[in-house]
């Protein structure tokens, strides 16, 4: 590459790459990764014709990576749109790469490590390989997929296939067993061994995988699989001393459990098992914090709808020019009820094609981890039921923010003069926010006391992609999910007319299986409001 070439391009990714990393939160932002990744394989090529009798296997390396990157920057957002694509490119950028650069400094005569060492101080992270690890765990979880589907890319409304090698799934093991998440080591060391004892070709060792696997095995309590799998791991490699120390240690217990046995029979008491209950060698997932987790997911995965005939018969569509308003008497919007009680509604065309691209093009290089404010401390904070990047449109920053507020402002009859910022947000892998309440409750009165605009009132959600799988806003309490349109925006209340909120309002975005998921929202507040929405007669009108 020539030497002004490589000055254009190191500037070019500094300006794309000047906020804080975590690609994997945000498809939008890993697009560059693709180009990024393109050059790589550029400038490894120009190494390789240079040293090419001396590097035959590094060649090698460079042709795969060509024909995906050929593949992948036709159409970065299709191409990520699969979790697996996402997850492998940051995957091979964090540490398949770093083995790359550890057989190519074996010659230290060419120009291909000086190109990778500046250019790594862009690449993804520990931490982005880790989260876009996690993040197939989540929907795994969510949409109930087992690991072979997601090994081999079965997933629906994917453009391109792609699946996972030993050694990839070897690292989701890896990821889950460092995070003390024993659930998800088994299942993905399970399935690294499948796909070694079917011939595929790695560089993995069995011995390896049945390592962390039997010790996962054995924090489930089940000691008699733990066994005979550490005994197939001596088998392979009777030099193994923590293997053999641990199956030294294994039988002691089960001898143990044998004597407590023996003793309660011989004192006729009920006999107990320390097992826990085992079908197959498939373990229950453990709890967690979230305790509407179950309705959560099934709703993310179209289950557990209550959408009755009754409810049914009580949702129309109608034309709705605003109560009047003039800009909309002869453009009225189309309107549609999603839900009865509480009212949601949807409306069709709201933003054009040309907005949208507009509004992702202003957000892009402001993108930022979403947070969220802990409840006791009142300050904002990155969490990890919310995947997402986000930023904060102003109506200075361009004439087509200031139309969109303006026409949300039509469309609700509600002020946007105290409403916050348009925000702008894109998911990433698996990308999600958990249940949540968009108004503050009586236990943090001080959430927006710095904007003096009073409680979050309403709020309007525009949907500016069509997501392929996954990626629905749904309403745990009351079973209701909401699928992403293009174009189209819902509309909901958080607040009763009294001013209280309605604890039914609590929802979340469901993690994007497959798909690049953008959308924008506008917080109305309760100040400016007084006169537009009234209070009612009782506290829940």
């Known amino acids: ?152 890319g079965n997933l629906p409304g994917t453009k391109y296939r792609s699946s996972l090698t030993v050694g990839d799934c070897f690292g989701m093991g890896k990821t889950a067993y460092n995070d003390g998440d024993y659930y998800h080591t088994v299942l993905w060391m399970e399935q690294a061994l499948k796909q070694h004892d079917e011939g595929e070709d790695t560089t993995v060792s069995k011995v390896e995988i049945l390592d962390y696997l039997s010790y996962a095995v054995f924090q489930f309590g089940d000691l008699h699989r733990a066994m005979e799998l550490t005994r197939r791991l001596i088998s392979l490699d009777s030099t193994h001393e923590r293997a053999g120390s641990n199956l030294r240690y294994f039988e002691k217990l089960l001898e143990k459990e044998r004597e407590e046995k023996e003793k309660e029979k011989s004192m006729n008491k009920t006999m107990t098992t320390t097992e826990p209950v085992v079908q197959s060698g498939a373990y229950e997932r453990p709890l967690d914090y979230l305790p509407e987790r179950d309705i959560y997911e099934a709703l993310c995965r179209g289950e557990g709808v209550k959408m009755t005939p009754q409810r049914q018969k009580r949702l129309f569509c109608r034309y709705h020019d605003g109560n009047r308003n003039p800009h909309l008497l002869i453009a009225p919007f189309k309107e549609e009820d999603e839900w009865d009680s509480p009212h949601i509604v949807r409306y069709y065309d709201v933003m054009s094609d040309e907005e949208i691209e507009k509004i992702k093009q202003l957000a892009k290089p402001r993108l930022a981890r979403a947070t969220v404010r802990d409840p006791k401390t009142g300050v904002l904070t990155v969490a990890s039921y919310r995947v997402s990047k986000s930023s904060w449109l102003e109506e200075d920053d361009d004439p087509v923010v200031a139309k969109v507020n303006q026409r949300m402002q039509q469309i609700t009859g509600l002020t946007v003069k105290t409403a916050e910022l348009l925000q702008v947000a894109n998911y990433g892998m698996g990308g999600q926010y958990e249940p949540h309440f968009d108004f503050s409750r009586k236990d943090e009165p001080d959430a927006f006391k710095r904007l003096g605009t009073g409680n979050r009132v309403a709020t309007f959600l525009n949907y500016m992609s069509d997501v392929e799988a996954g990626g629905a806003t749904v309403f745990p309490d009351f079973g209701a999910a909401i699928w992403p349109k293009k174009g189209t925006a819902v509309f909901w209340y958080n607040l009763f ?40 007669r009782t506290e829940v009108d």
Request: charged letters at 25%.
């Open 1 to 152: 590459m020539k030497p002004w070439l490589q000055l254009v391009f190191f500037t070019s990714i500094f300006l794309i790459w000047r906020t804080e990393a975590e690609f994997f939160t945000s498809i939008g932002q890993m697009t560059d990764l693709i180009y990024a990744e393109k050059d790589l394989v550029q400038s490894l090529k120009e190494y390789i014709r240079a040293e090419e009798n001396k590097l035959s296997q590094i060649k090698s390396w460079a042709e795969k990576m060509d024909v995906l990157t050929s593949k992948s920057t036709s159409d970065p957002e299709g191409y990520l749109a699969h979790p697996v694509n996402a997850y492998k490119l940051v995957k091979r950028l964090n540490t398949d790469w770093l083995e790359l650069e550890n057989l190519v400094l074996q010659d230290t005569t060419n120009g291909f490590i000086a190109n990778l060492t500046i250019q790594r101080q862009f690449f993804p992270t520990e931490e982005d390989e880790t989260g876009a690890a996690k993040a197939l765990m989540r929907l795994q979880d969510t949409y109930k997929l087992d690991p072979e589907t997601l090994s081999r």
């Open 497 to 536: 007319r009294s001013g209280e909120g309605d604890y039914r309002t609590r929802h979340a975005a469901c993690p994007v299986l497959v798909g690049c998921k953008w959308v924008s929202n506008k917080w109305f507040h309760e100040r400016g409001n007084e006169f537009l929405r009234p209070c009612g």
